[in-house]
């Protein structure tokens, strides 16, 4: 069963600083990864996904996520944090094909003036 | 633009009523589709798939009876939320995934609030 953990509930930074959110997955299979972000009261928007193309992805907004299979992570970063970036982050991984997303807990974002 | 749409986005109802939640895709065509549940400041949680033509696949521990599923067509799925109870109050979200992009699109989202 695939699954998804991400190392932190809460990141708290400065505006300006550099944006680390962790998240490692299991699999048995090539995974389909995924980082969405959520804003309060509303839906889910697509960040970056990882498709088994580059390693390293870049996704909306001037956010990364490096695929490292050696380490089983996929960690979202950005170089310097807006006050807009502050939201839930949530990381997800998935099989091929129409199978669900399964998600991790999620890391609420914190950005500091 | 939104590819998924959800409706109602809030609905506050009565405590033993129904609730019906339509999640469509807007410009392209789902046989299967997802619904989720996310209680607050936690994650999603998959309730069922939903597939066009077909049953539904419910999750362990989600009442089939309770949260009714209908695939009417390529483009609309409903969850219906049963004989409502407080502890049915949540974020409920669908998302299709539309299999040339590989990418799941998420609606934005319906908030029940059962009183």
């Known amino acids: 069963a695939q699954s998804v953990t991400q190392l932190g509930s809460h990141v708290s930074v400065s505006e300006g600083a550099l944006v680390l959110l962790r998240c490692n997955y299991s699999?048995?299979?090539?995974?389909?990864l995924f980082w969405y972000v959520q804003y309060p009261n509303q839906g889910l928007q697509l960040l970056l996904k990882y498709t088994s193309a580059a390693t390293l992805v870049k996704g909306i907004n001037g956010f990364e996520a490096e695929f490292k299979k050696s380490e089983t992570s996929f960690h979202l970063t950005k170089p310097s944090a807006h006050m807009s970036d502050a939201a839930e982050y949530f990381c997800a991984v998935r099989d091929s094909g129409n199978t669900p997303l399964v998600f991790g807990k999620g890391t609420r974002l914190s950005v500091i003036a | 633009g939104a590819v998924v749409s959800q409706h109602p986005s809030w609905v506050i109802c009565k405590s033993g009523t129904s609730v019906k939640i339509e999640c469509r895709s807007l410009d392209f065509q789902a046989t299967t589709m997802f619904w989720y549940r996310q209680f607050p400041k936690q994650s999603l949680m998959l309730m069922a798939t939903s597939n066009e033509g077909s049953k539904a696949t419910y999750e362990q521990g989600v009442e089939k009876d309770k949260f009714l599923i209908n695939h009417a067509s390529l483009t609309l799925s409903t969850l219906t939320v049963t004989s409502a109870h407080p502890e049915d109050s949540s974020f409920y979200i669908c998302?299709?995934?539309?299999?040339?992009?590989?990418?799941?699109?998420f609606g934005p989202g319906t908030r029940l609030l059962v009183l």
């Open positions: 998302s299709a995934p539309r299999t040339s992009s590989e990418t799941q699109y």
């Open positions: 699999s048995s299979v090539p995974p389909y």
